[in-house]
Each structure stands twice: as C-alpha cells, then as structure tokens.
T-cell receptor, first 113, second 114 residues
Framework: DAGVIQSPRHEVTEMGQEVTLRCKPI?????LFWYRQTMMRGLELLIYFNNNVPIDDSGMPEDRFSAKMPNASFSTLKIQPSEPRDSAVYFCASRRQGTYGYTFGSGTRLTVV | GNSVTQMEGPVTLSEEAFLTINCTYT??????LFWYVQYPGEGLQLLLKATKADDKGSNKGFEATYRKETTSFHLEKGSVQVSDSAVYFC?????????????FGKGTKLSVKP
C-alpha cells in the first residue's frame, strides 16, 4: 500500500487566494482526519470523517475553512480566502475502525504571503 | 476533559546517553496510550503503544510502561543514536471503535549529537 497520499507537498500562495489541499487515505480505512501543525499550537485536529461523513468539525478555525470527502478515496481541505496566519503544515491521517493505528501522510506545508 | 501533558523540549543529548521523555495524562475512562515519532519533513509514525495498565510497549529500543497509579507513560531508551533525532508525541485514545480518536500532547523535540 502506498500509504496516505497528500498533495501538494508544498504550497505558497498570496493572501486572499483559495487553497485546496488533497488527501487519499489508505484503502479500507473508514476514518479520515485533518490536522494542522504549527510551532505555537502544536498538532490540532481540524475535522474528521467516518465513512465519508463529517463527524466533528469543531476544530475548524473559521468559516474560511471547509472540508469534503466525496468518496472513500479522496478528501479536500479548502481555505478561502487564505491568510498569513493559516501558514502551517497540514496533515491528513486515516485509520480503520476497530484498530488503534493512525497512518499519517507526509503533510502539505502551506505558506501564505 | 481528556488531555496529555508531556515535557517541553527541546531535549539535547549526546549519542549513547539515556533518554526519558515524561508524559502524563488525564482521562475519564481507561485509555490506551501511544507514542508517535515525527522525523524531519515527515508525518507522524506510531512508535509503540500500551492498551491497559502495567502493559509495556516497546519498539526500536524504546520502551514505555502504562502506569495507572501515576497516570503516566514515560518514554525511555537506554542509548540514543543520532538517528533518533525527531519530535516525539504522547497520545491517548479512550477506546477503540467509533470513538477511538487520538488526543496528542504538544510534542517534545529530541536532538542527539554525535
């Protein structure tokens, strides 16, 4: 298995632009998580899905952030409009129900200038 | 609510030194406990886990024992290597199944010098 695949690895964008981050979870995993990591705040859970349905989005910082999972093999995290304080590394992770193991992607490093 | 507290870093050690990274937790039930490791430029990887009191998780020379009486899960390694330089995260999960989601500590950065 190729693991959790995130794209792009790096994204630099100007303030006000729309940014879309992508994630392909491991096949057969029915939970998908989006995390944000910064030096100041550490690792924050933004939202998670179970069987493609959003379960808890209480970590999404503002209405500028939205996430979708149209099918079991794809999810997006969108920021519109982006701001410099959104600069962070965004991780996607997946797991199979009934197991403990999270598998993380390699992350997308977002820089908003 | 549930939470994890781990020692602040960074921790800087010489090669072959003994490592301890402290982790304590607060949980209402009987959580499972984990250590994850993040190497530079990568995502988090599961290092070891323990699912009940007095269990010892071990992997790659690292060990941690689930201590219910002290609500702790300290990470130890007898002799660190330069390749162990990474950020280490302690985490808990209340239960497997639909609510088996992880709560992470803030991470402790370890730097090992040759």
């Amino acid at each position: 298995d190729a693991g959790v695949i995130q794209s792009p690895r790096h994204e630099v964008t100007e303030m006000g632009q729309e940014v879309t981050l992508r994630c392909k979870p491991i096949s057969g995993h029915d939970y998908l998580f989006w995390y944000r990591q910064t030096m100041m705040r550490g690792l924050e859970l933004l939202i998670y899905f179970n069987n493609n349905v959003p379960i808890d989005d209480s970590g999404m910082p503002e209405d500028r952030f939205s996430a979708k999972m149209p099918n079991a093999s794809f999810s997006t995290l969108k920021i519109q409009p982006s701001e410099p304080r959104d600069s962070a590394v965004y991780f996607c992770a997946s797991r199979r129900q009934g197991t403990y193991g999270y598998t993380f992607g390699s992350g997308t490093r977002l820089t908003v200038v | 609510g549930n939470s994890v507290t781990q020692m602040e870093g960074p921790v800087t050690l010489s090669e072959e030194a003994f490592l301890t990274i402290n982790c304590t937790y607060t949980a209402t039930g009987y959580p499972s406990l984990f250590w994850y490791v993040q190497y530079p430029g990568e995502g988090l990887q599961l290092l070891l886990k323990a699912t009940k009191a007095d269990d010892k998780g071990s992997n790659k020379g690292f060990e941690a024992t689930y201590r219910k009486e002290t609500t702790s899960f300290h990470l130890e390694k007898g002799s660190v290597q330069v390749s162990d330089s990474a950020v280490y995260f302690c985490a808990l999960s209340e239960r497997v199944g639909s609510q088996g989601n992880l709560i992470f500590g803030k991470g402790t950065k370890l730097s090992v010098k040759p």
